[in-house]
Antibody
Framework: EVQLVESGGGFVQPGGSLRLSCEASGFTFSNYFMNWVRQAPGKGPEWIAYVSTSSATIYYADSVKGRFTISRDNAKNTMYLQMNSLRAEDTAIYYC???????????WGQGTLVTVSS | EIVLTQSPATLSLSPGERATLSCRASQSVSSYLAWYQQKPGQAPRLLIYDASIRVTGIPARFSGSGSGTDFTLTISSLEPEDFGLYYCQQRTNGRYSFGQGTKLEIK
């Protein structure tokens, strides 16, 4: 069974840092492009970062560029999101999602909650 | 940045009725559009990609249409499990954006 499991969320003060992980199983992780997506309470999803299979190509949404870093370790079947200089507006459930059917997000993990508050 | 606008914000229908959800892009996305369903407490689930291709395992009552800037998700005859949130998503130059969603609720 294809599975993505996020971890590393929690409560952090503004200006702080967190590192999220997304562990993949049930498929050949190194063959797939991956993404991070977040969803603030009561809002629609927001794509925030993309990484290609070899990490040669990386894209960020403007809202996180310069503060967040996406990476992956294919030997560990794991993708990461290093989040620095966190703000209250970064509060959300963070999902990892595999690219499937060419360009689309399938499946998604169950999400990990990040709360930024003083 | 391409903005996706979904309408209506809320759609109240009864089981057995036909649902028509719209998604309009601020500029052409060709056929690079997908639809997702989200239930409370769950992650979104891909239903339709490339505007009109149904994901394996998604019931035939779900269909997508459109290209360019105007897209439609149609559910031909609503089942109780179809009620929830629906989002459209586009891809341009390696970047993505989502619509704000349509809540499909039981009337």
């Amino acid at each position: 069974e294809v599975q993505l499991v996020e971890s590393g969320g929690g409560f952090v003060q503004p200006g702080g840092s967190l590192r999220l992980s997304c562990e993949a199983s049930g498929f050949t992780f190194s063959n797939y492009f991956m993404n991070w997506v977040r969803q603030a309470p009561g809002k629609g999803p927001e794509w925030i970062a993309y990484v290609s299979t070899s990490s040669a190509t990386i894209y960020y949404a403007d809202s996180v560029k310069g503060r967040f870093t996406i990476s992956r370790d294919n030997a560990k079947n794991t993708m990461y999101l290093q989040m620095n200089s966190l703000r209250a507006e970064d509060t959300a459930i963070y999902y990892c999602a595999r690219i499937n059917y060419g360009n689309w997000f399938d499946p998604w993990g169950q999400g990990t909650l990040v709360t930024v508050s003083s | 940045e391409i903005v996706l606008t979904q309408s209506p914000a809320t759609l109240s229908l009864s089981p057995g009725e036909r649902a028509t959800l719209s998604c309009r892009a601020s500029q052409s996305v060709s056929s690079y559009l997908a639809w997702y369903q989200q239930k409370p407490g769950q992650a979104p689930r891909l239903l339709i990609y490339d505007a009109s291709i149904r994901v394996t395992g998604i019931p035939a009552r779900f269909s997508g249409s459109g290209s360019g800037t105007d897209f439609t998700l149609t559910i031909s005859s609503l089942e109780p499990e179809d009620f929830g949130l629906y989002y459209c998503q586009q891809r341009t130059n390696g970047r993505y954006s989502f619509g704000q969603g349509t809540k499909l609720e039981i009337k």
